[in-house]
Structures are given as C-alpha cells and as structure tokens.
C-alpha cells in the first residue's frame, strides 16, 4: 500500500530519525526565545515529541532560562505551510537536509548530556573533505565550487559545523541571507569586503578573547580592494594574487591565532559535459594556486556524489582526483 505524506518530511535533529506530520498535518518546533514568542534567538528546529523534545538543549542558552527574558519555547507548525518552510528551512532542508544541521543539534544536545570535548582539528561535515580541504592552523585552503549548487553553500555548512564542534569561528560573507544566531559563529556582512577589514574583525576578535580558530571567506568574487578613486571588486589576476597572498598573511599571523582561512570561489567556465574539472575552470581565480596551501575544485555528478579535484595541496599529492558522498 503506497502511503500519501501530508507535508514534507523532516529530519529530527535528536535522534536523526525521520520527522512525520501528525494526523492534523502539523509538527512540532523548539528552540529558545527572548521577551517574546516570535523572537528566536536558536532554533527552532522540528523535533520530535518526548523524549526528543527534553533532549534538545543549547549551552549558550539552556542555563539562561527562566532569567532575562529567556524560555524554551514549543510551537506546532502546519508542515505544508509555506512560513514554516520558511522558518525552518535554514534549519532543516527537506529530505536531502545539510548533514550540518543535524549532526549541529544532535552535537549540542550531547554536549549538555556531558559527552566528551570535541579534538582540536578543524573539520567539515563530510568525511571525505577532510583531507581535500586540510583545515589546519596556519593553512590557507581554497575550495571552488559552481554558483546555485548545494556546494556553493560550502562555506556556511563547514562554519556551523565547526561552531557546532566548539570552534570560534569568523565568516566573512556580504550576500549571506539573515539567519539565525549560532553559538561560538560570528557573521561579518560588511561591504566592501576587503583584507584590511577582515583583519581588523579577527583582531578586534582576538583582543576581546575570542580569537577565530577558522575563517571562512564567501567569497573571493565579493571581494574588494582599495583604489585611488575607492574600493574596486578584486577581477584581474593581479588583484587576486594580491588578496591570496594577504589571506594566507592572515593564517600565519600569531596575534590572530594563527587560525585557519578558507576561501570559497566560484568556478568560472561552465560545465563541459563529459570533460573532468580543470584548475582552468576557476578562470582568473586561478592565480589563488600561487599562495594558497590547498585548491580544491567539487562539481556534482549526482544527487548525493560530486567530483573532487585537488589541484595542489603542500602537505600532499596533487593533481589527485577522488568522488567524495555530499
């Protein structure tokens, strides 16, 4: 017997297992309010009923409620609706969900559950990039992906991800839409988004305590320089090679912690059926090769699959090529 779904099925971030619309066509959200109802401060994020519901927990807020303002708050939402697309989505993509999202809440509810510290390595949500994007202190690492792709979201998944882990983490991102706060994340939207003004945010950082252990730049085709007649948008080879080189200055810089750049880039050429990833496909982003510790090109060749070129990496062999799960 083939069974209807009354609305798009979630994930449940607690316990991973799928999220089902109840007979009223309705799920239930929790996350944490401040003053009022509306004013989400985490979350919400679809859940289960219990023991899901008293699983779900935040350090940076659960020991505040009850105090300023602060309260658990649950809601029902109807699943078809399209606001709670809306509310949720950032959340929890339907189906193909970022696997960030859930192992973030699955990571933070054990946190309070006393499980143990998370090791020091930077890391991303699929296992596979590990190595391919190699985020170690001090390294410089570019990762090419094409515009309107789940890939392009790279740089996001991989900073909540490592937020979610109990990294501090700086993302650099003028086009980023609203989303909501994540602990231990900070969201810089500034324009122009220059090298100048990405130092002075993790210096500023550093000097109030909290020096970002990984930096995440989205992305170099929103990047500036400062000219004679005002900031211009970084283009030429020349322009590139310069914000590179001051990227990769950063990662070495020890008053900021020496922490780890990732740069996302867009690639250029389009897709050339039957023909593999090129570095040429970064177009002028190319000159990156020059100071960048790893380049590393992904293009999707099925629904759950991309193709991952690493076109140089200092700490190991390139030109490697490998298909990775994403």
């Not at 209807?4 to 109840?22: A, W």
């Not at 220059?194 to 085709?221: F, K, N, P, W």
């Not at 080879?237 to 740069?263: C, F, Q, W, Y």
Request: aromatic share 6%; charged share 30%; net charge negative.
């Amino acid at each position: 017997m083939t069974t209807t779904r009354k609305g798009p099925m979630y994930d449940c971030p607690v316990c991973l297992e799928p999220l089902e619309p109840d007979a009223n066509g309705t799920i239930a959200a929790v996350g944490f309010t401040k003053d009022r109802p509306e004013n989400w401060v985490w979350g919400p994020y679809p859940v289960h009923d219990e023991p899901c519901q008293a699983r779900i927990a935040d350090p940076a807020f659960s020991n505040r409620v009850g105090t300023d303002g602060y309260e658990k708050t649950t809601i029902r939402l109807t699943a078809q609706a399209p606001e709670t697309r809306q509310l949720l989505d950032h959340w929890a993509q339907i189906m193909d969900s970022s696997y960030v999202v859930r192992y973030s809440v699955k990571f933070w509810s054990d946190t309070i559950s006393g499980t143990d510290e998370p090791d020091g390595k930077e890391m991303t949500p699929w296992p596979e990039m590990d190595e391919a994007l190699n985020l170690a202190s001090a390294h410089f690492s570019c990762l090419g992906t094409r515009s309107r792709s789940r890939e392009a979201q790279a740089g996001y998944d991989i900073a909540v991800h490592n937020a979610a882990r109990g990294r501090r983490v700086a993302m650099f991102a003028p086009d980023l839409t609203p989303r909501n706060p994540v602990p231990n994340l900070t969201i810089d939207r500034a324009r122009p988004l220059t090298t100048e003004h990405i130092e002075y945010v993790l210096r500023d950082m550093a000097e109030r305590g909290e020096r970002a252990s990984l930096v995440v730049v989205d992305r170099l085709q929103m990047m500036s320089r400062h000219g004679e007649d005002g900031p211009f948008r970084v283009a030429s080879p020349d322009d590139i090679d310069e914000a590179s080189r001051e990227l990769k200055s950063i990662a070495m810089t020890e008053s900021l912690g020496t922490p780890s750049v990732l740069l996302i880039a867009r690639l250029e050429r389009p897709r050339r059926e039957g023909r593999p990833l090129d570095l040429d496909d970064l177009g002028a982003a190319a000159e990156l090769e020059y100071h960048a510790d790893l380049l590393t090109l992904v293009d999707r060749t099925g629904p759950a699959v991309v193709d991952v070129l690493v076109a140089k990496d200092r700490s190991g062999p390139a030109p490697r090529r490998f298909t990775a799960s994403w």
